[in-house]
């Protein structure tokens, strides 16, 4: 009878453990494949599945948290997939969310990711149907990269030539950038230009004395008077109905004003440079 | 050529129906409860350590083995789940029938045919004991129910193993690997592995059981019959795999 005892326990905890590990392997698997445990479905319709396939997981959040349990061709435009969702989740799926159909990496499997709506908060019911977003082919995305490939290429071998002649050209722009003497010729033209122009005012203020062109200012500063009256009438007539926005208005202007002084100095400048550069090979010659 | 030919049909056909009475008496009474707990402890909880040795060197080397291919592909982390897969698929049940094939089924044979050599079954005859009931269906039946036991304590350990091996170079949680394996589990690979285990079972103790019962008198045809079983329930065992994934194939 000891003897019996002996070796029945044995045995007992050798088939229990053995079932045990059947029982709990089963159990992880199903808990995988949501066979237990309380679900509900939801199906979406979409134009094309992408070789989504049975089996396949649902995400929310980048969460699975169910799997497609079916897909069934209504039409030859339409798909319905429909999929196990598990229920705890089912509070944050609301009517106007919608299914799109992904990839799991490069060359993973298809995935169902369900995107949030915005508007919506009333909960989705068993059975329900939820929007779809067409899913991005690989073909489309291998299109887009083919195009901008191809404009990358254009674009590199244009800056090729360009940094080609901006270092071996003899252009005015690679000269600027290479040449210590250019610079150095470039700011004295600069402050000759600039001493220039004063001798250009004084001549002028001489000219509005001169007793010949005197007559002529007189009359345009009177016309000028009388437009800034005006003006002025009128300004005041509006600064009545609308001060704030002549304001604003103001401001933009000196703004404005602002920036077309500077658009025009630096056109002078360029300008000016490039006079310069022509006439420094001259010089040289 | 025509003789031998015909011997081995007359082999299959005793075979046949060897087997065919082990479900007609294990439907009848009396039956051998004692007798059949006891074979399951011999069984099974005997054969235990053997499996769980190769289980776990299985898994161990099957993983060591398949690393660096993984590699070349980039897919190292895949690793967890190509294993537990092939582990428990194939190898898992395979090799622990094997080991079975040569442990319990050579054990049966010997057991059985020096019974009938020494003429204890005879002996059981006369006294009013079916040797059939009390030695076959006992010892078939804990085989069959005991060798898928075994073979899914060869998948643990397996499992197990495979963790110890992808250790050796990597470096990777427990608790991930698991849910690495049950992710690339799916029920279409554990229950045809199942299903299929309990064939292995029954073949392994049949054939025990029907080269043992039908030795023939001499000494010497004791040490034939546990060689001759351990040959014919190996060759069962893959024929019955390559029929069993032939059929999960065509279901799944």
Same mark, same amino acid.
């Given at each position: 009878?000891?003897?019996?005892?002996?070796?029945?326990?044995?045995?007992?905890?050798?088939?229990?453990?053995?079932?045990?590990?059947?029982?709990?392997?089963?159990?992880?698997?199903?808990?995988?494949?949501?066979?237990?445990?309380?679900?509900?479905?939801?199906?979406?319709?979409?134009?094309?599945?992408?070789?989504?396939?049975?089996?396949?997981?649902?995400?929310?959040?980048?969460?699975?948290?169910?799997?497609?349990?079916?897909?069934?061709?209504?039409? #030859?435009?339409?798909?319905?997939?429909?999929?196990?969702?598990?229920?705890?989740?089912?509070?944050?799926?609301?009517?106007? @969310?919608?299914?799109?159909?992904?990839? #799991?990496?490069?060359?993973?499997?298809?995935?169902?990711?369900?995107?949030?709506?915005?508007?919506?908060?009333?909960?989705?019911?068993?059975?329900?149907?939820?929007?779809?977003?067409?899913?991005?082919?690989?073909?489309?995305?291998?299109?887009?990269?083919?195009?901008?490939?191809?404009?990358?290429?254009?674009?590199?071998?244009?800056? @090729?030539?360009?940094?080609?002649?901006?270092?071996?050209?003899?252009?005015?722009?690679?000269?600027?950038?290479? #040449?210590?003497?250019?610079?150095?010729?470039?700011?004295?033209?600069?402050?000759?230009?600039?001493?220039?122009?004063?001798?250009?005012?004084?001549?002028?203020?001489?000219?509005?004395?001169?007793?010949?062109?005197?007559?002529?200012?007189?009359?345009?500063?009177?016309?000028?008077?009388?437009?800034?009256?005006?003006?002025?009438?009128?300004?005041?007539?509006?600064?009545?109905?609308?001060?704030?926005?002549?304001?604003?208005?103001?401001?933009?202007?000196?703004?404005? @004003?602002?920036?077309?002084?500077?658009? #025009?100095?630096?056109?002078?400048?360029?300008?000016?440079?490039?006079?310069?550069?022509?006439?420094?090979?001259?010089?040289?010659? | 050529?025509?003789?031998?030919?015909?011997? +081995?049909?007359?082999?299959?056909?005793?075979?046949?129906?060897?087997?065919?009475?082990?479900?007609?008496?294990?439907? *009848?009474?009396?039956?051998?409860?004692?007798?059949?707990?006891?074979?399951?402890?011999?069984?099974?909880?005997?054969?235990?350590?053997?499996?769980?040795?190769?289980?776990?060197?299985?898994?161990? *080397?099957? +993983?060591?083995?398949?690393?660096?291919?993984?590699?070349?592909?980039?897919?190292?982390?895949?690793?967890?789940?190509?294993?537990?897969?092939?582990?428990?698929?194939?190898?898992?049940?395979?090799?622990?029938?094997?080991?079975?094939?040569?442990?319990?089924?050579?054990?049966? %044979?010997?057991?059985? %045919?020096?019974?009938?050599?020494?003429?204890?079954?005879?002996?059981?005859?006369?006294?009013?004991?079916?040797?059939?009931?009390?030695?076959?269906?006992?010892?078939?039946?804990?085989?069959?129910?005991?060798?898928?036991?075994?073979?899914?304590?060869?998948?643990?350990?397996?499992?197990? %193993? %495979?963790?110890?091996?992808?250790?050796?170079?990597?470096?990777?949680?427990?608790?991930?690997?698991?849910?690495?394996?049950?992710?690339?589990?799916?029920?279409?690979?554990?229950?045809?592995?199942?299903?299929?285990?309990?064939?292995?079972?029954?073949?392994?103790?049949?054939?025990?059981?029907?080269?043992?019962?039908?030795?023939?008198?001499?000494?010497?045809? *004791?040490?034939?019959?546990?060689?001759?079983?351990?040959? +014919?329930?190996?060759?069962?065992?893959?024929?019955?795999?390559?029929?069993?994934?032939?059929? +999960?194939?065509?279901?799944?």
């Amino acid at each position: 009878m000891e003897k019996e005892s002996g070796y029945t326990w044995k045995l007992g905890m050798f088939v229990s453990i053995g079932l045990l590990l059947f029982i709990t392997a089963v159990y992880f698997i199903g808990k995988q494949k949501n066979l237990f445990g309380s679900t509900f479905h939801i199906s979406s319709k979409f134009k094309t599945v992408s070789g989504l396939e049975v089996g396949n997981n649902v995400r929310f959040s980048g969460i699975n948290i169910g799997t497609v349990e079916e897909i069934q061709i209504i039409n #030859d435009s339409s798909v319905i997939v429909s999929m196990v969702i598990k229920d705890e989740v089912r509070k944050f799926i609301k009517t106007d @969310a919608r299914a799109g159909i992904g990839s #799991d990496g490069l060359m993973g499997d298809k995935v169902l990711t369900i995107s949030p709506g915005v508007k919506s908060t009333k909960i989705i019911e068993d059975n329900g149907t939820i929007a779809s977003i067409d899913g991005i082919e690989m073909n489309d995305i291998m299109k887009s990269v083919k195009k901008s490939v191809d404009n990358v290429g254009v674009i590199s071998e244009e800056l @090729a030539i360009f940094s080609h002649s901006m270092n071996n050209g003899n252009g005015a722009l690679a000269r600027l950038v290479r #040449d210590d003497k250019m610079a150095n010729s470039v700011s004295n033209t600069l402050s000759n230009l600039e001493s220039g122009t004063k001798g250009f005012s004084e001549n002028m203020e001489a000219a509005k004395s001169n007793f010949l062109f005197r007559g002529y200012f007189k009359k345009k500063e009177k016309e000028k008077a009388k437009k800034q009256e005006e003006k002025q009438e009128k300004q005041a007539e509006q600064e009545k109905a609308a001060k704030e926005e002549k304001e604003k208005q103001e401001k933009e202007k000196q703004e404005k @004003a602002k920036e077309e002084k500077a658009k #025009d100095e630096k056109e002078k400048q360029d300008k000016q440079k490039e006079q310069d550069a022509k006439k420094e090979p001259e010089k040289k010659q | 050529m025509i003789l031998s030919l015909k011997n +081995t049909f007359a082999q299959i056909g005793n075979a046949t129906l060897f087997a065919s009475r082990f479900f007609k008496e294990l439907i *009848v009474p009396p039956y051998e409860a004692k007798e059949f707990l006891k074979q399951c402890y011999i069984i099974g909880y005997k054969s235990f350590p053997l499996v769980a040795i190769t289980g776990f060197i299985m898994g161990l *080397v099957l +993983t060591i083995q398949s690393r660096p291919t993984l590699v070349t592909f980039g897919a190292e982390s895949w690793l967890p789940g190509m294993v537990a897969l092939s582990l428990i698929r194939e190898i898992a049940p395979v090799i622990t029938a094997l080991i079975c094939a040569g442990k319990i089924s050579s054990g049966i %044979g010997a057991e059985l %045919g020096s019974m009938k050599v020494t003429e204890q079954i005879d002996a059981m005859e006369v006294s009013a004991i079916n040797p059939y009931n009390y030695l076959v269906v006992t010892r078939i039946l804990a085989c069959t129910l005991m060798v898928p036991i075994l073979v899914i304590f060869a998948d643990a350990i397996g499992l197990v %193993g %495979g963790y110890a091996g992808i250790n050796i170079k990597g470096d990777v949680n427990f608790y991930r690997y698991l849910s690495q394996i049950i992710q690339s589990l799916e029920f279409s690979d554990l229950i045809p592995a199942t299903i299929k285990t309990f064939f292995f079972g029954f073949f392994i103790g049949m054939i025990g059981c029907f080269k043992g019962f039908n030795a023939a008198n001499g000494t010497e045809s *004791v040490g034939r019959a546990a060689n001759s079983a351990v040959v +014919t329930a190996s060759l069962s065992i893959f024929i019955i795999d390559m029929i069993a994934v032939q059929l +999960t194939d065509l279901i799944y």
